[in-house]
């Protein structure tokens, strides 16, 4: 069986969605699995074993070209069996309709009937979590998911790791903590600069390194992390964030002996690799997209006010982060790692 997979335009979605592929080697072995999505996304999914192929889709966010999207789907016409659409898109149902797919599978979205013929009712509340709403398409209607629920795990080649040290001019001399002080979604999903400063000045002091990880965007933040820390200390805390290919910030992150980050992208990348990982939620909530790993503690505030998903917080205030000290963070960081934390500061005697 040839399924072509529409996927998601998320890191995090990208992630979460190899639970899918998952299922449907689970139900059908020898099943070849194609994944169409943009080009950023090649690194995740070369990661993945049950992908055979990912397949350059090289419209941006919100670009509809429908010449394009013919042109693409007349080029994969009579390969495959089953489309499965990850988007609820109506223009993410065309390159299947084009290439015409037999089986063409999705939820309901955005008026797509005829585009797609196996259309799916999300019943939100049978299928809280996004993996729920991913696996269930590789079932048919109504069937029951398999149990326990597969986890995201992403496959790291030693010597695209090593390669990726060297570059950077990395040692693992010292216990690693990555930090992922970003969120593309916005600054209510963004724990404070100086809140992960004071997590990396107890760490380093406890005779860790800091690895800073992100996009470009988040660099300045990375630097403001690393200028709150006195000298001496400073030296031990890198900043990467934008200077990394999403290639060699997995391959990286995979060195990593402890993770925290915000809900995020690379969060769900950190839990791909089953890094110990403390994930810190703000304006989000961890009952729909949660890290899915073994080793994961959960801090929050949850505060009468979030969760809200809102990008911007409508009081001003971001208190759900801001309110949030170092200290859980810490102290997770500690039942994760498994070994005592030096002191924030030196005592004198």
């Not at 659409?85 to 008026?111: D, Q």
């Not at 326990?148 to 216990?175: C, H, M, N, T, V």
């Not at 073994?294 to 759900?320: A, K, M, W």
Request: hydrophobic residues 40%.
């Amino acid at each position: 069986m040839r399924i072509l997979i529409v996927g998601p335009s998320w890191v995090g979605d990208m992630v979460m969605a190899q639970t899918l592929f998952q299922c449907l080697k689970q139900r059908h072995a020898d099943c070849q699995i194609d994944v169409l999505a943009p080009d950023w996304s090649r690194p995740i999914l070369e990661r993945m074993p049950e992908v055979r192929r990912a397949l350059s889709f090289p419209f941006g966010h919100g670009v509809f070209d429908l010449a394009g999207r013919r042109r693409i789907g007349k080029s994969l016409a009579g390969q495959y069996d089953q489309a499965i659409l990850l988007p609820n898109s109506l223009k993410s149902a065309l390159v299947p309709f084009f290439a015409g797919i037999p089986l063409r599978t999705g939820w309901r979205g955005e008026m797509r009937y005829g585009l797609l013929n196996d259309i799916r009712t999300l019943d939100k509340q049978r299928y809280p979590l996004m993996i729920e709403r991913f696996m269930a398409l590789a079932y048919a209607p109504g069937a029951a998911l398999a149990q326990p629920y597969p986890r995201p795990r992403l496959e790291i080649d030693p010597l695209s790791r090593e390669k990726a040290l060297a570059k950077f001019g990395l040692s693992l001399d010292r216990p690693v903590l990555v930090l992922c002080p970003g969120a593309e979604f916005g600054e209510a999903k963004r724990w404070p600069a100086e809140h992960y400063a004071a997590v990396a000045d107890a760490k380093i002091r406890a005779g860790w390194q800091v690895w800073l990880f992100g996009s470009k965007n988040d660099h300045p933040v990375g630097e403001t992390i690393r200028e709150e820390l006195i000298p001496g200390l400073q030296e031990e805390a890198v900043n990467l964030a934008g200077e990394t290919s999403l290639a060699e910030a997995i391959d990286l992150m995979s060195c990593a002996d402890a993770v925290v980050s915000n809900d995020s992208g690379l969060m769900h990348v950190a839990a791909a690799l089953n890094r110990p990982l403390v994930a810190v939620y703000g304006s989000t909530s961890p009952q729909f997209t949660p890290p899915l790993a073994e080793q994961v503690e959960i801090v929050r505030l949850g505060l009468d006010c979030s969760p809200c998903f809102e990008r911007t917080c409508r009081f001003g205030h971001y208190n759900c982060l801001r309110d949030l000290q170092p200290q859980p963070v810490l102290d997770a960081l500690q039942r994760l790692a498994g070994e005592p934390l030096a002191d924030p500061l030196p005592q004198e005697h």
